[in-house]
């Protein structure tokens, strides 16, 4: 069809054999995956695939009728260009199977591909609000996937990934388990009920173990299975060690983030650790400070931001300089993330520099969410910010100020919740939503958030609760 070294192909699929399969063969061709949040709205398709300068398109057949309203397409990305999952191709567009049929186990592109040729422009959320494109190279992955099969020095033949493949997470786990002769199990989505149902049917040895599995009840089977290590990521402090017994197994936190992958991990020996809340020390082939607004090091036990930098980080973000200007001190990448280090290199994260929410494994940009809302012609201005919650670690609340001459009756709860799932994917859209008169201000009168996080111990209350459809 046409793809070849540097050529962008973007991918809106379900966690099917196809997802991995194309990007494996995209990589082999020094060509660059474009992966697409399957839960994306039309309006987010048009933006991702435009920012992206995607020239070919591989697509579920779900899909479609999102594709369909998709206003603008790059000029390249033709109906010759696009290629249908499990779907009916119409036109001149192609299935994906009818492809695979003319695959060749001979196959050779005729060039070398390079180890720093790009192979992912991978969207993550960010401060300005949309998404941005990482730009990621062959050695990113091959560089995370390595250092997490051998960093422990145990061989882990059995990995289950439950997230979707559009994420990096499975795609760096797959090719762990490459590098360890082993074996990737994939499940369809994340399921908190079935987890350890998965982990005991396919004697799973690794996986991330979400917080949420251990708040599923109990099950006389938990501590009946084969895991040897399991990553954990900011799960309560207070639960680490029930957690570790309850299902027999090591579990050490660890931090990282799209544009810079593995970065902090806890050593399995450091089991004096357990319970401290600790993110670990830097991983190989990475190096972390923490800095203040400067960029200069803060005193050791200080809180400041975390920088990092190493050979496979990312190149910067997808066309857009600015943001990658601002996203460096020099060679060192700046997280966003808040945390202090101890005396013995442990690091611990403190919180959130950047305006972003954390739901479940989402991660939302409140600016995003914010420009949504305003769309609606009887918003004047809206502020989101995060809600703590037991389930997901974070929801999202939204305060609304109504242009004037607009009452609340005028502009209801559900009207909002309507007009917020056309422009956003679900996990975006806010659970809870308070009307203002006004909002806290800076003296450039920017939303102040910190004081409308004070103003309340629970801020749930005085809100509407979107899913429960009753007000707190």
């Known amino acids: ?24 063969a995209i990589s082999r061709l020094g060509a660059v995956m474009v992966p697409v949040n399957a839960r994306y709205t039309a309006e987010e398709l048009t933006y991702v695939l435009n920012d992206s300068d995607s020239e070919f398109l591989i697509i579920g057949g779900q899909f479609l009728d999102a594709l369909a309203k998709v206003e603008r397409r790059p000029d390249a990305l033709t109906d010759g260009h696009i290629i249908v999952y499990d779907g009916v191709a119409e036109g001149e567009r192609r299935l994906f199977d009818d492809l695979a049929q003319l695959g060749d186990p001979d196959f050779d592109p005729g060039y070398a591909v390079s180890a720093q040729a790009l192979l992912n422009i991978q969207y993550t959320s960010g401060t300005t609000g949309f998404p941005k494109g990482c730009m990621l190279r062959q050695c990113y992955w091959t560089a995370t996937a390595k250092v997490a099969a051998e960093r422990d020095g145990i061989i882990t033949k059995t990995v289950l990934a439950h997230q979707p493949f559009f994420y990096m997470d499975p795609q760096w786990m797959m090719l762990m388990a490459f590098y360890q002769r ?54 309560r402090k207070e639960v680490h060690a029930d957690m570790e017994q309850r299902f027999a197994v090591q579990a050490r ?89 101890d005396e013995r290199g442990f690091h611990y994260i403190v919180g959130r520099k950047k305006d972003m929410i954390r739901r479940s494994s989402e991660n939302i ?29 974070e929801e999202v609340k939204a305060y609304i100020m109504l242009q004037d001459g607009y009452t609340p009756e005028d502009l209801p709860p559900d009207r909002i919740l ?40 629970d801020l749930r209350i005085g809100a509407f609760d979107c899913v429960d459809g009753v007000w707190r």
């Open 182 to 235: 082993g074996t990737v199990f994939i499940a369809n989505g994340p399921s908190a009920s079935r987890f350890m149902d998965w982990v005991r049917r396919y004697r799973i040895q690794n996986c991330i173990l979400p917080e949420v599995v251990y708040r599923q009840p109990p099950h006389p089977e938990d501590a009946n299975n084969e895991l040897r290590r399991v990553a954990i990521y900011n799960v």
């Open 418 to 457: 309507q007009h917020a799932k056309t422009y956003l994917a679900v996990f975006k859209v806010p659970r809870y939503i308070a009307y203002r008169d006004d909002l806290p201000r800076t003296p450039s009168l920017k939303v102040k958030k910190v004081d409308l996080k004070a103003e309340a111990e």
């Open 253 to 341: 936190e660890a931090f990282g983030m799209t544009e810079v992958g593995s970065t902090l991990f806890t050593p399995l020996e450091a089991t004096n650790m357990v319970g401290s809340g600790t993110c670990g020390i830097p991983v190989a082939f990475r190096q972390t400070r923490v800095v203040d607004d400067e960029g200069e090091d803060v005193r050791q036990g200080e809180i400041g931001e975390l920088v990092v930098r190493g050979p496979t980080i990312l190149l910067g973000y997808y066309n857009k300089p600015e943001a990658t200007k601002e996203a460096f001190f020099d060679e060192w990448f700046r997280t966003g993330d808040l945390f202090r280090q």
């Open 365 to 393: 940009a409140a600016r995003e969410v914010e420009v949504a809302l305003m769309r609606m012609e009887e918003i004047e201005e809206a502020a989101v910010i995060a809600v703590p919650d037991p389930a997901r670690g």
């Open 1 to 24: 069809m046409g793809v070849g070294q540097g050529s962008h192909v973007a991918v809106m699929l379900p966690n099917v054999p196809a997802f991995p399969t194309a990007w494996l």
